[in-house]
């Protein structure tokens, strides 16, 4: 399996707040790698660092064999790697289907009717609503507008951030499968949750992040069975 | 009476216009462009030099000026406010308050400050008569450019690809930038079109009252203000009503309380509004992000 995402080394700072101290990680192509870890421990830095929000101090972050440093945050998407945010942020006062839109936003105009298509069929649910002003609708339709909306660029490789965060038990089952399918269909994933049991049992591999470091890392069934994961992340 | 809802409407539709820079720029940028009213005053003395010192017919004056206003906008707001888009939003407000000052001297550097009489744009041609009432073809003209402004501005955010992302960009910059779209052209293009319009607002304003000097821009400009916020700061069916209200309330006032006091009323009534509904009468509801 080629490697798609490399990150290497890297140090993110907030001010004088050293957040990321040293992280390094890859995703394979095909596969879903999880970043697992308490609040705080520096899981949605690291995305928004790989997305271009934030700066890096140093290190090396690599997709598909190129260096992203440096390229404009509006930029990374072009280059197939898309972000899912925490806290979903779809954009409230806009319709579904202008949601989408803007998730396409970079894509030539000819190739948006097909991606819209392809979401649908992905999450029927939007499509019934695809008038309705964004806001109204339920927690997990907006997770679902935000999970199709990255789908909308076409990326690669889409970066999910707590996409359970907020929802019932049922929807979280279902947004996971969602995930899976997503994978199937050849996307590759990268996967911050703090659900963690759900997050091992459908990635392939899996980090533990604290306080901004790595120190845990393997196969996601390997660390799903393991004694120090499970007395911290799975509840004993 | 109807002479003046006329007139009021005629004015307003000016407030209106200029309303609309304030409020497309608070919208996306989050900020107070108070230099916003000297663009207008800019526009003012292009068109006229236009027309008195090269002879330029009306047409061609309003579009050169227009440019120039469009351009100016851009260029105030990459020197100025770019530079400050993660400073407080104070400095931000300070330092249009301090453009607003630097554009008000160089106008008065450049045309002094004896009021120049801007010509009559619709010279020769004769006023509609609606019963008793007399309409100037420069009310017509305003009331019309307004409407127009109006439907093409909402035509454009609400269908155009570069209309939505400025309504992306306006609830939530980092998502925006995450699907793309380059924040800082939307600013640009969104201070582009505020400052042409305010272009075009100069030029009706003039014409309806032709006395042109380095102040023109301020008093209109900060009623403007006072219309958008009235109207709902960041929407622009807002900015437009409150714009027309805030017309007909001073004609009003003007002709049957007091000229002296018509402005103390038009800002007593925005008080008003603001302790009543402090959102403005159609701003959106500021809901807390959980």
């Not at chain 1, 990680?25 to 970043?35: D, H, S």
């Not at chain 1, 440096?70 to 790697?81: D, I, Y």
């Not at chain 1, 790595?214 to 196969?219: A, C, P, Q, R, V």
């Amino acid at each position: 399996m080629a490697t798609m995402l490399k990150v290497n080394d890297l140090h993110v700072y907030y001010g004088s707040i050293h957040a990321i101290k040293g992280v390094s990680f890859e995703v394979n192509e095909g596969e879903i790698v999880t970043l697992i870890g308490a609040n705080g421990a520096g899981k949605s830095t690291t995305l928004n660092t790989i997305a271009g929000l934030l700066k890096p101090r140093t290190g090396e972050i690599e997709f598909e064999g190129s260096s992203v440093l440096g390229v404009p945050a509006h930029k990374v998407v072009n280059k197939g790697l898309a972000l899912c945010p925490e806290g979903r942020r779809i954009f409230q006062h806009l319709t579904v289907e202008e949601n989408l839109e803007m998730g396409a936003y970079t894509r030539p105009a000819d190739e948006v009717a097909e991606s819209k298509e392809k979401v649908y069929e992905l999450f029927p649910r939007m499509k019934e609503r695809y008038k309705q002003t964004a806001g109204t609708l339920s927690g997990g339709e907006q997770q679902m507008l935000a999970m199709g909306r990255a789908l909308m660029s076409k990326p690669r490789l889409l970066m999910l951030d707590e996409p359970s965060m907020g929802l019932a038990p049922i929807l979280v089952d279902q947004i996971f499968e969602i995930i899976e399918s997503m994978n199937k269909a050849g996307t590759t994933i990268l996967l911050v949750e703090q659900n963690a049991r759900m997050a091992l049992s459908v990635a392939s591999r899996a980090y533990v992040l604290e306080t901004g470091l790595i120190t845990m890392s393997g196969d996601a069934d390997k660390l799903l069975n393991d004694d120090k994961v499970k007395k911290a992340y799975l509840g004993g | 009476m109807l002479d003046y809802l006329i007139s009021g409407i005629s004015l307003g539709s000016v407030y209106a216009i200029i309303a609309l820079g304030y409020t497309m720029v608070y919208g996306i940028a989050k900020m107070l462009n108070f230099a916003h009213g000297d663009v207008i005053m800019v526009g003012g003395y292009v068109s006229f030099c236009s027309m008195s010192y090269l002879g330029w017919g009306p047409l061609p004056a309003i579009l050169f000026s227009i440019l120039v206003c469009t351009l100016l906008g851009i260029t105030i707001e990459r020197m100025a406010y770019k530079p400050l888009r993660s400073a407080t939003s104070l400095a931000v407000l300070i330092t249009a308050i301090g453009v607003s000052y630097l554009l008000q001297n160089l106008a008065l550097i450049i045309w002094s400050s004896s009021p120049k009489v801007y010509p009559d744009l619709f010279g020769g041609v004769e006023p509609v008569m609606i019963g008793e009432t007399r309409l100037s073809f420069a009310t017509i003209v305003t009331i019309l450019a307004n409407i127009i402004i109006m439907v093409g501005l909402t035509l454009f955010t609400n269908y155009t690809k570069i209309g939505k992302a400025m309504r992306a960009v306006s609830e939530d910059k980092g998502a925006a930038t995450l699907m793309g779209i380059n924040v800082n052209k939307t600013i640009s293009v969104t201070f582009a079109i505020g400052s042409g319009l305010a272009a075009i607002a100069g030029v009706l304003l003039l014409a309806s009252y032709p006395t042109l000097q380095p102040t023109t821009g301020s008093m209109p400009g900060i009623k403007a203000f006072t219309a958008a916020v009235f109207g709902g700061i960041g929407s622009i069916p807002g900015a437009m009503l409150g714009g027309i209200l805030l017309g007909v309330i001073e004609i009003f006032a003007k002709a049957y309380i007091s000229t002296q006091l018509s402005d103390a009323i038009v800002f007593g009534v925005l008080i008003i509004v603001l302790i009543v509904k402090p959102t403005g009468l159609l701003g959106k509801k500021v809901s807390e992000k959980v």
